[in-house]
Structure formats: C-alpha cells, structure tokens
C-alpha cells in the first residue's frame, strides 16, 4: 500500500502561499542494464522543505538523490529542474584531492570560473563557516572522518546553493562529529537552504526533516509530513511495511 499526504495541495486548498518547486520528478524510471532501482518516482520539492528519504539498504535512495541531482536521467518520465535554482551535492565518502584544505574547496569554485585570488577568499570564508579555518592548509586526505565531511559541506556551501542533496552525511562518523555535522547541516537549513538527504538515523530524521519519503525496491511507498510518519497508529493503519521498517530501524 501507498500513502502519500501532499502538503502543498492542503496549503492551496486552505488559500495559502504553497512554496515554490525548485525540482520535480515526474513518473520517472532509472535503469542500468538488468537492474531498476527506481520506478515510477513522482516527486516535488519545494523551497524550504527538508526531506529525508529513508529505506533499506538498496532500495534508491542514493540513486534517488542522483537522479534529482541531475547525474543520472530518468530513462522513462521527466526531471524538471526550476530554472534558476543552484544546487550542490555531498556524496557519502567525499572524494578528497591532495591537497590542502583550502585548495580542495578552491578548486571547486575555480572550475565553475571563479578567478583564483577570489576562489581561494571564498574558500577561506567557506572553511571559517564550518569551523575548519584552523587547518585550512592542512593536507585534506590526512584530515578526520569528521573533519572530510565538514570539509565536503564547505565545498558545497561556498558555491552557495539553494538546494542541497546529502547521501547520508554522518554514516561511519563518531557520536561526536555526527553532532557537529549534523548542526551544521541544521545551521544550514536554518539559514534557508532547502535539503534533501538520505539518512538511516531515525533520530536524525526526526530532528531535520520536515517530511519524509520512505523507499522500497525502487518505489515511494510513503511520502509524509515527518511527525505524520512517526505517527506509529497512523502509519501501521497505512502502510505495514514502512511501520515494520520503522520499528526495525529504532529496535
Ligand atoms: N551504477 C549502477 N549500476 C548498476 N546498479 C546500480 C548502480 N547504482 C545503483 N545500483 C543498484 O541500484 C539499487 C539501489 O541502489 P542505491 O545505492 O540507490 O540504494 P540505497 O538505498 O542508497 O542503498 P544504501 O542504503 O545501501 O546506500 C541497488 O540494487 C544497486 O546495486
């Protein structure tokens, strides 16, 4: 069973403001050869939400994110992106260059034309933002987990997105610097950021989302208001395998 509670349908009918789409997803497929991770994804996000996407391992969710990214087409259906809209990813493992700190989020920005005397301000800025100033000439390989994805979340805060996607940005991080990130993620939002990110803390999801898309095998087989997903009668009266997912992940 499906449940899906459109949020932006109840705001129009109450005569409000609905947010404007940045992206959206319409009856989209992905394929690679003989395996389909995704099928039949409808999605629309808006300015200001935070979506956490939740499931198993395998069942979409990085593809998923990929795929609102723009890094992999749908093979059926549609990907509209809203014209305007800057957007970054942060991947789960972010790819480190040697060099240091600051040369890494740099590049970054010099690759997209920012001279280089401006990248490497901005930069700077960037690591201050994230707390990382103090070894901003360190080698970035050599830096912490915590540290490379606080790193990872500078290079994308210095292209100054308005949407950003997060492939589970405090998996294999220490309680402490899955604290540290995740307020800055949180700080990010704060500051408007519209987030998308995929998460198996529970926790987390409660304490970042606004709502929550829950995968299975490639499909939404919910797509809620975060405290209507974590409404255990409601959800166990809609859809039995996202409760049953729920209470394995919080067991
Ligand atoms: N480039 C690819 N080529 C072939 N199969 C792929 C590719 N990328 C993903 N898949 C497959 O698509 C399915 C979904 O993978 P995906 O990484 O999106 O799941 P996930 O929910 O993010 O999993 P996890 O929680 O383990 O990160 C898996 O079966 C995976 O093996």
Redo the contacts with the bound molecule.
């Keep these: 069973m499906r449940v899906i509670e459109n949020e932006a349908a109840a705001l129009a009918s109450a005569g409000r403001d609905v947010p404007l789409v940045l992206v959206s997803l319409l009856a989209a497929q992905v394929r ?2 003989a ?1 389909t ?2 099928v039949d994804i409808d999605l629309q996000v808006r300015r200001g939400e935070r979506i956490a ?1 939740i ?12 795929l609102l990214h723009g890094l992999v087409r749908p093979t059926l259906g549609r990907r509209e992106l809203h014209a305007s809209v800057r957007q970054a990813m942060v991947f ?1 493992r972010p790819f480190m260059l040697r060099a240091s700190a600051l040369n890494n989020v740099a590049l970054g920005l010099w690759l997209r034309g920012v001279r280089w005397a401006e990248a490497r301000e901005r930069s700077a800025q960037a690591l201050e933002r994230v707390g990382l100033g103090a070894v901003a000439q360190r080698h970035a390989p050599a830096l912490s987990g915590g540290q490379q994805q606080r790193l990872a979340l500078a290079r994308a805060w210095s292209l100054g997105p308005e949407l950003l996607f997060l ?2 940005p405090t998996a294999s991080l220490d309680p402490h610097a899955k604290r540290e990130v995740e307020s800055l993620i949180a700080s990010f939002a704060g500051a408007g950021m519209t987030l998308v990110f ?1 998460s ?1 803390n529970l926790g987390q999801v409660k304490r970042l989302a606004t709502r929550v898309v829950y ?1 299975e095998q ?1 499909r939404i087989l919910a797509d809620l208001p975060v405290d209507r997903f974590f409404d255990r009668a409601f959800l166990a009266a809609v859809s039995h395998e996202a409760d049953l997912f729920v209470k394995g992940e919080t067991a």
Aim: glycine share 20%.
């Design positions: 690679f050869g395996v991770p995704l996407l499931g198993a391992n395998g069942s979409g969710k990085s593809t998923l994110l990929r789960q492939d589970e995929a198996h995968l490639g």
